[in-house]
């Protein structure tokens, strides 16, 4: 039987785009907003493409999830980064806000390979009401993720330009506005999965002693 290459699975190449894209993104931050936010938003969109390709090709893999993931953190941390120095007075919370997306991601993913969703006394984060929706409407998890994006994008094209004027209001404005309250709302969700992880890290420590014991 031949092994297969899960590099060359369509839901990793399409990963591998979103990184050329993210990086072409990273070097025209500072220069060139056309460019830079064109690059960064098809990237961030193929984000839902390479789920959607998984599922129907039948090759969803940790190495394309773990990719994905890192995609994201990565993407939205350098974004972060850039925004600091166009903003250095609130330089402060964007590297908050950095802080809080890749410790939490991290802990979090990282504690679900320990666990191996091997015991029933894990926490089970679709217990809560919130995380439930979260993680079982495919709609609710692409606008939290789509208002998040949103609202640094708002920021970063903003240093810029006010951009075309909607009833005499700056849409650029508009979209930080309303997507402010998403993008707070999915930092407060990042820290509950940073204290669900550290939870379940707990039990992996506990058990782990018993047996040694």
Not at 70 to 81: K, N, S
Not at 95 to 112: G, N
Not at 149 to 165: K, N, R
Request: aromatic share 16%; hydrophobic share 50%.
């Amino acid at each position: 039987m031949e092994t297969e290459n899960i590099f060359f699975f369509v839901p990793n190449l399409i990963g591998y785009g979103r990184i050329i894209l993210a990086i072409i993104s990273f070097y025209f931050m500072p220069s060139n907003y056309v460019i830079a936010s064109a690059c960064y938003i098809i990237s961030a969109l193929l984000d839902a493409f390479d789920g959607y390709a998984a599922r129907y090709f039948n090759q969803s893999t940790k190495f394309g999830a773990m990719l994905d993931q890192l995609t994201d953190r990565c993407g939205t941390m350098c974004l972060c980064a850039v925004l600091a120095s166009f903003y250095p007075k609130y330089s402060f919370w964007f590297l908050l806000s950095m802080t809080i997306d890749i410790a939490c991601h991290w802990i979090f993913l990282h504690t679900s390979v320990l666990q191996g969703k091997s015991s029933h006394k894990f926490v089970d984060m679709s217990e809560n009401p919130v995380m439930n929706v979260y993680y079982t409407n495919r709609t609710v998890l692409f606008w939290m993720c789509c208002g998040n994006e949103a609202f640094y994008c708002a920021l970063y094209l903003l240093h810029f330009s006010a951009g075309p004027l909607i009833a005499g209001v700056s849409l650029y404005h508009v979209i930080l506005y309303i997507s402010a309250p998403i993008a707070f709302v999915k930092s407060g969700i990042s820290i509950l999965h940073l204290i669900v992880a550290s939870k379940n890290l707990s039990i992996i420590d506990v058990n782990e002693r018993k047996k040694s014991e």
